[in-house]
């Protein structure tokens, strides 16, 4: 069995119980060599036959799946997003890919609230005053108390609701698939998309990217939001127009941003960075060595369990597209 794995927080941790689970397994483990999520120039000639493959945010397009070798069986994404695999074209080859629901919600969550609290009192801003010397004297806005929208309610929109409750916030949800027992029983009030974007006073954004989702935060959705709103994003750079949302901050329109996903990664000079109220951080939401862990394990054993045969692997995404 060769295996190829390329998320660079494995590649850089080989006393990881994952790691060492795979190469006790494997016959040759191959690590990502350049230290940044792949494009299809430099995957391509990795899975050279390669039987397992765990990603990281790699590009595996269709043309990716096209040249892949016939010994290829799983795609195993180091992660819950699966948004840069073709996954319809994974499954008309008979590849299985995979993904690890829930195993970085709270360390997202927790990246989520921790942005939402330093755009608010301007925590990056000041600390960066007081470092050159200064001392100014400048008014942020409290969270306790106001209203938070949650565009998505899976597992780390539910993580996010339960930590914004801490602050006794009004919490407004708003997700397709609507888990309405857990809303009951933490006072969270289902909304339509326009009134969750209409009413609250932050929105937190914890949405895959879809051909529905893709740029869900316009010109016309940031038009409808309370002036002052504060965008915290953790999930996908794609949910939001990165045009629009300028234009937002410009005008004072948006309040503030606390942006750990970006359209393009990285960013590089983003014009979003003129903003002294916007805060970026590089992707980070899941890098907690909590969430690497339970990732690396989940990934590592959904290959492991689909190379040896077994055929109860919950976490597969692509089944649909298996052809029998």
Known sequence: MKILVTPTSLGNNKNSEAVRLIEDFADEVVFNPYGHPLTEEELIPLLDGVDGYIAGLDYITENVIKKAPDSLKVISRYGVGFERVDIRAAGERGILVTNTPGANSESVADMAIGLMIAVARKITFLDSQVKTEKWPRTS?????????????????????????????????????????????????????????????????????????????????????????????????????????????????????????????????????????????????????????????????????????????????????????
């Open 140 to 324: 942020g806005k409290e969270i306790f108390k106001k209203t938070m929208g949650i565009l998505g309610l899976g597992a780390i929109g539910k993580a996010v609701a339960l930590r914004a409750r801490g602050f006794s916030m009004n919490i407004l949800a708003y997700d397709p698939y609507f888990d309405e027992n857990f809303a009951n029983e933490h006072n969270i009030r289902k909304c339509t998309l326009q009134e969750v974007i209409s009413q609250s006073d932050f929105i937190s954004l914890h949405l895959p990217i879809t051909e529905n989702t893709l740029n869900i935060i316009n010109e016309n959705a940031i038009s409808r939001m309370k002036d002052g709103v504060i965008i915290i994003n953790t999930s996908r750079g794609g949910l939001i127009n990165e045009q629009a949302a300028y234009d937002g901050l410009k005008s004072g329109k948006i309040g503030g941003m606390g942006l750990d996903a970006f359209d393009k990664e990285p960013p590089g000079i983003s014009p979003l960075f003129e903003f002294n109220n916007v805060i970026a951080t590089p992707h980070a939401g899941a890098h907690t060595g909590e969430a690497v862990e339970k990732m690396a394990l989940m990934s590592a054993q959904n290959v492991i369990d689909i190379l040896s045969g077994k055929d109860d692997c919950r976490f597969i995404v692509n089944g649909c597209y298996i052809q029998k």
